[in-house]
């Protein structure tokens, strides 16, 4: 039996990460039992289950450690596609993640696993496909990027783009891109690397009728980078807007919302967004025996609506 660790996840993020830009070599980890390490980044919610998936096929990626799965997930509405992700099968986190986190200043929780508000954003998308059509659409900070192949294949939308920070995730993207191009009919989809903090390219600024996010506003060292992509990337039109799908996590959020303002933004939050959503939030919030680590304030998105 493993010995148990009281090392908070945390502090073993970034002792790895230290010593991932030190070069050490992953012999450097063997004083971490194994169960130490597995708890790096695991989510202790393990999600709505609004869209379920199960894995299909998986192998060793060639350019890791890890074995990658392609799943497949079965949209709850008839007549609907089949979405398959390419995913990483471990909820973990190499040291090569951490370089790249370091060298491009982004985090890797988008490789970790499909978190919950992603569940929630891609049903909301699915539910409400009639927001999206013949509108031009991109995710932000998309991981997997489940929410935006799911705006592609059923809501007619003109374009979408699925972005993410990480370029390891952004080459998971656009696999999962390709595998399912039969799905997205007339609609243009496209992966792209795009980190907040930089000049966003003339090319994109102020061309989207909607942004959709999932989770993004963990990190408040990124809120007004963020705060300023979505104010860029929203068409001046008068219609355009933002949707964020995002749990308080402590006081990250209103930190988050106070940027928000301060670029000259407006925005409302809508706690009831979906009964369906509403129902399983309620269940386990009740002592749903399926999810006993439940916290309302870490694990229910609350959905923000973001306009100009």
Not at 7 to 15: E, G, N, V
Not at 172 to 195: P, R, W
Not at 202 to 226: G, M, P, Q, R
Request: glycine share 6%; aromatic share 10%; charged share 25%.
């Amino acid at each position: 039996m493993e010995a148990k660790t009281n090392t908070k996840p945390s502090s073993l993020r970034w002792a790895i990460l230290r010593q991932a830009l030190l070069r050490k070599t992953r012999e450097s980890l063997d004083n971490q039992s194994p169960s130490a390490i597995k708890s790096i980044s695991r989510k202790t919610h393990q999600g709505f289950n609004l869209i379920p998936g199960q894995g299909v096929e998986d192998h060793v990626n060639e350019e890791s450690n890890f074995r990658d799965v392609c799943m497949c997930y079965t949209l709850p509405v008839d007549g609907s596609p089949k979405i398959f992700v390419k995913q990483r099968v471990n909820n973990g986190a190499d040291l090569s993640d951490f370089e790249v986190s370091d060298r491009y200043n982004v985090d890797n929780t988008g490789l970790v696993c499909q978190w919950p508000s992603e569940d929630v954003l891609a049903y909301f998308c699915l539910s409400h496909a009639d927001m999206f059509r013949s509108k031009r659409v991109i995710e932000l900070g998309s991981g997997y990027g489940l929410a935006g192949l799911v705006i592609a294949a059923t809501t007619e939308a003109s374009e979408v783009v699925i972005s993410d920070g990480n370029p390891v995730v952004v080459d998971y993207i656009q696999h999962s891109i390709e595998d399912n191009s039969k799905a997205f009919g007339n609609t243009k989809v496209k992966a792209l690397t795009l980190h907040w903090d930089e000049e966003v390219t003339y090319n994109i600024s102020n061309t989207f009728d909607v942004i959709v996010a999932s989770d993004c506003t963990f990190f408040k060292e990124f809120h007004n980078a963020l705060a300023c992509t979505v104010k860029l990337l929203l068409k001046n039109d008068g219609c355009s807007e933002a949707i964020f799908f995002c749990p308080k996590r402590g006081d990250s959020l209103d930190k988050f919302l106070e940027k928000i303002e301060e670029n000259g933004l407006h925005f409302s939050i809508t706690e009831n967004y979906d009964s369906e959503v509403w129902k399983r939030h309620q269940g386990f919030m009740t002592g749903d025996d399926t999810c006993p680590s439940y916290d309302k304030h870490h694990c229910y998105p609350l959905m923000v609506r973001i306009t100009l």
